[in-house]
Structures are given as structure tokens and as C-alpha cells.
């Protein structure tokens, strides 16, 4: 009987290109997720001169920054980092809503992995729990879901 093949990442196969496109606003918190999203790439093997950071205002210009990206074809994965912490107006909806919706919009128009890692929370204190306090680094989690489908889509067209 042939044995089943299974493809899954490994620290070993991720070693790539990366881009992270990174909304400024609230950059006491996103510059945390910056940091842990760089050490993991690093601690993987991921070379600083195969790290590009990309800046944008806001979460809501994230989308077309991770399209321009793209289209540039010179990126393995693509990780996007920021946080929009929920004010006193529906304003908070739009900007996450339009953010998430356009960074999985362009990672399957491109057959891309985008990795997010784009807070979206209640509070600052959610916000800072969230960026290297005692509930993790959503930065360094997004690096490694790109780590990850960087390997094994390199495995699979292998
Ligand atoms: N309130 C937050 C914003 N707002 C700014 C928008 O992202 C955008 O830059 C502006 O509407 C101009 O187009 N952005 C965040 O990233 N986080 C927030 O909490
Ligand atoms: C996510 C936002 O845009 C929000 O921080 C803006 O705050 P407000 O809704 O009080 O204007």
C-alpha cells in the first residue's frame, strides 16, 4: 500500500523573503509587534537582508501597500502588522473590516501568503496584552503562520 504523504511546515524549508507591511498609527503597541515578528523570522534562519519593512499611515492603508507588494513578485510571504483599538464611533468597523477584508482579498488574487497580524481590539490594555505582554505577540505568531505556508508551499511545488 503507498504510504500516505503529508506536507507540513518545518523550521527548516521556511527560509525566504519577507515583507512586512506596517500601519503606523498606534505605534507604541505596533512597533512590539514589529520587534517580535522580526526576532521569530531571525531565530527561523531568516536573513535581515531578506526582511523588508514597508510603513503606511493606518490599517486602512494596509491593503493596497500588500498589493503593491505583491505585484512586485520579489516576496515569499507578506505580513501585516498593526492596531486598531476600538474608539467611541463606528469608525472602528470600517477600518478593520476593510482591512482584513483587503489583505485576504489580494493573498488568494496573488497566491500569496499574508499573514494577519493586525490588532483589533476594545482596548489599549487588550492592545498591550496582545504586543508582548501576557498574552503573547500577535507579531511574532503572524511571522510564523508565514514562516509556516512559506514552507509548505515549498514543499508542495518541490
Ligand atoms: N483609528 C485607527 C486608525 N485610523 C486611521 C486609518 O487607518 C487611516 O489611516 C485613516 O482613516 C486615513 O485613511 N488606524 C489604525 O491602524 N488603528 C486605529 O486604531
Ligand atoms: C479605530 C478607530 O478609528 C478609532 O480609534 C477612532 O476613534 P473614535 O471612534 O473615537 O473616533
Do not use: W
Not at 531571525?42 to 531578506?50: A, I, L, W
Not at 503572524?142 to 514552507?151: D, I, K, P, T
Request: hydrophobic share 45%; charged share 25%; net charge negative.
Amino acid at each position: 500500500m503507498t504510504a500516505i504523504r503529508t506536507i507540513e511546515g518545518d523550521f527548516v524549508t521556511g527560509q525566504g523573503r519577507y515583507a512586512l507591511v506596517v500601519g503606523r498609527f498606534n505605534s507604541f503597541v505596533v512597533e512590539s509587534l514589529v520587534e517580535g515578528a522580526v526576532d521569530s523570522l531571525k531565530r527561523h534562519g531568516v536573513k535581515e537582508s531578506d526582511i523588508t519593512i514597508v510603513r503606511v499611515p493606518g490599517a486602512f492603508e494596509i491593503p493596497l501597500m500588500v498589493k503593491k507588494v505583491a505585484d512586485l513578485k520579489k516576496y515569499d510571504a507578506i505580513i501585516t502588522l498593526g492596531a486598531v483599538i476600538r474608539g467611541g464611533t463606528p469608525h472602528f468597523e470600517y477600518v478593520a473590516g476593510e482591512c482584513v477584508k483587503g489583505v485576504g482579498s489580494v493573498s488568494l488574487e496573488y497566491g500569496i501568503p499574508v499573514a494577519f497580524g493586525v490588532l483589533t481590539v476594545d482596548s489599549i490594555e487588550q492592545a498591550i496584552e496582545r504586543s508582548g505582554t501576557k498574552a503573547g505577540n500577535k507579531g511574532a505568531e503572524a511571522a510564523m503562520s508565514a514562516y509556516e505556508m512559506v514552507s509548505v508551499i515549498k514543499q508542495l511545488e518541490a
